[in-house]
């Protein structure tokens, strides 16, 4: 069965400092890999996604992710964090049945 | 597009009581999907469609609950003999498949079970 793991339930950063989130995911085949983001009172929105092809992909909000399948992970990071990025972060797991991780509740400190 | 509407917002029931929500997707978007999220959870597959057919419904779900999506356009979920533990919101998505694997999110259904 597939399933996603998220070993950090809440990590707080610096304004301007580096961040890295972890996931690592199971699954039985080649997976396809997402991350969203979960602001409060807003919907999910996507930050990037990986298929196939080059394991570091570039997402939105100047957010990339590295999977590497030796370690079954897909962490995303940001080199500088902004205020705004606070949220909850959610990676996730295949295609027809995508499924989430517990997610990571990021707090930006001024 | 105009996104994925949710109706309604909020929804306060007593328990024991029926209650059903409706998902309006994307126009185009022929996979719909619907997920219950508790606080400081990830959303929890439940149910999806590939136009009006349901191909996947969880284990975890109880027989109380039941999706439709009779025309492969709009779905609704139902609930009967709703319980205290029911209690979440409920999203809705959908994308377009084949296509890019984004999934578009309704701003969900928020259950109470008083």
């Known amino acids: 069965a597939q399933s996603v793991t998220q070993p950090d339930i809440h990590i707080t950063v610096s304004e301007g400092a580096s961040l890295e989130l972890r996931c690592n995911y199971s699954y039985g085949a080649t997976p396809y890999l997402f991350w969203y983001v979960q602001s409060p009172g807003q919907g999910l929105q996507l930050l990037l996604k990986?298929?196939?092809?080059?394991?570091l992909v570039q997402g939105i909000k100047g957010f990339e992710a590295e999977f590497k399948r030796s370690q079954s992970s897909f962490n995303l990071r940001k080199p500088s964090v902004h205020w705004s990025d606070a949220a909850e972060y959610f990676c996730a797991v295949t295609y027809q049945k995508v499924t989430f991780g517990t997610g990571t509740k990021l707090q930006v400190i001024p | 597009d105009t996104g994925v509407s949710q109706d309604p917002r909020h929804k306060i029931t007593k328990r024991g009581q029926n209650v059903t929500f409706r998902c309006d997707p994307i126009s185009e978007h022929n996979r719909l999907y619907w997920y219950r999220q508790t606080l400081g959870q990830g959303p929890e597959f439940l149910t999806y469609f590939q136009n009006e057919a349901q191909l996947e419904k969880s284990r975890l779900l109880s027989d109380r609950f039941s999706a439709e999506r009779p025309k492969g356009s709009f779905s609704t979920l139902e609930i009967q003999r709703t319980e205290q533990g029911d209690s979440a919101m409920y999203l809705c998505?959908?994308?377009?498949?084949?296509?890019?694997?984004?999934?578009?999110f309704g701003s969900g259904t928020q259950l109470s079970v008083l």
């Open positions: 998505a959908s994308r377009k498949e084949p296509g890019s694997g984004k999934l578009f």
């Open positions: 990986y298929f196939s092809g080059d394991t």
